[in-house]
């Protein structure tokens, strides 16, 4: 079963259990999913789909960070909700300690010696963690390890 069609079948189990929160945040999720598809004129696969979906975590993290700098915290716990409604999506989130060794492997790999190479050891390391760790994270670990 592909993430698309576990959301929707989600949807349905929090309509019956009269979640709204989570039953918004899914609806959000698959409205996002359908405008990339509209706006594409294809389906998404799985991979494509998790994009999406960290997309919308990411947003909402700025928006938490944003609600408490203006001292709404009721917003920001909003938001937080439904960041844990989505990860629950999303694939198993990686540790640091396995970042960080895939993050050598990759600076191995692409042969990187300084902070010229950075977007090769991003663009390389991209695909391999999408949606299972922060991009903006292990931008400052690969900075830390190219110096």
């Known amino acids: 079963m592909n993430l698309t069609d576990q959301l929707k079948d ?31 004129r294809e389906s998404l696969n799985d991979e494509q789909a998790i994009a999406v979906l960290t997309k919308m975590v990411k947003q909402r993290r700025d928006s938490i960070a944003q609600y408490e700098a203006a001292g709404r915290p009721e917003l920001a716990a909003a938001e937080a909700e439904e960041i844990q409604v989505i990860e629950a999506f999303l694939p198993q989130q990686l540790t640091e300690e396995e970042v960080a060794t895939i993050i050598d492997a990759t600076i191995a790999e692409v042969g990187a010696a300084s902070m010229a190479d950075m977007g090769k050891v991003m663009g390389a390391l991209k695909s391999k963690v999408q949606g299972r760790a922060d991009l903006g994270a292990i931008g400052a670990m690969i900075r830390a390890k190219l110096k």
């Open 10 to 40: 989600q949807m349905k189990e929090a309509m019956r259990a009269k979640e709204k929160v989570r039953l918004g945040t899914i609806r959000m999720a698959l409205a996002a999913i359908k405008q990339i598809e509209v706006d594409t």
